[in-house]
């Protein structure tokens, strides 16, 4: 009888990131729908999300599928959620000390 004490790692990983990928996915449908290329911050948080959503339904379609050069896929994916992931930082630190238009706070 199967049981969840008795399946392998490899299956809770892959039933874990089904469960990432379709949040982060629905995430990005979702948000695509507001207004986030308007600021710095909500396109750096959008790059980033996609970015996210993008490696995460690649590694659930490479469980389904083979791919050739899978390993060169995910490093540039790593590579793009890199640069999304500080590009991020840089833009909530820019909104906390400059506002969200840009300005400095001390300046009026």
Do not use: C
């Not at 982060?24 to 948080?45: D, M």
């Not at 994916?77 to 238009?101: S, T």
């Amino acid at each position: 009888m199967m049981t969840p004490f008795n399946l392998d790692a490899d299956f809770w990983r892959t039933a874990m990131l089904a469960g990432v990928a379709l949040g982060q996915t629905l995430f990005v449908i979702l948000y695509s729908t507001f207004p986030w290329y308007k600021t710095f911050l909500g396109r750096a948080l959008y790059y980033k999300a996609l970015t996210l959503a993008l490696i995460t339904d690649v590694f659930i379609a490479s469980r389904i599928w083979d791919f050739g050069a899978l390993d060169v896929v995910f490093v540039a994916l790593y590579f793009l959620l890199g640069i999304g992931v500080w590009w991020q930082l840089f833009a909530f630190l820019r909104v906390k000390h400059h506002g969200p238009d840009g300005k400095r706070k001390d300046e009026s």
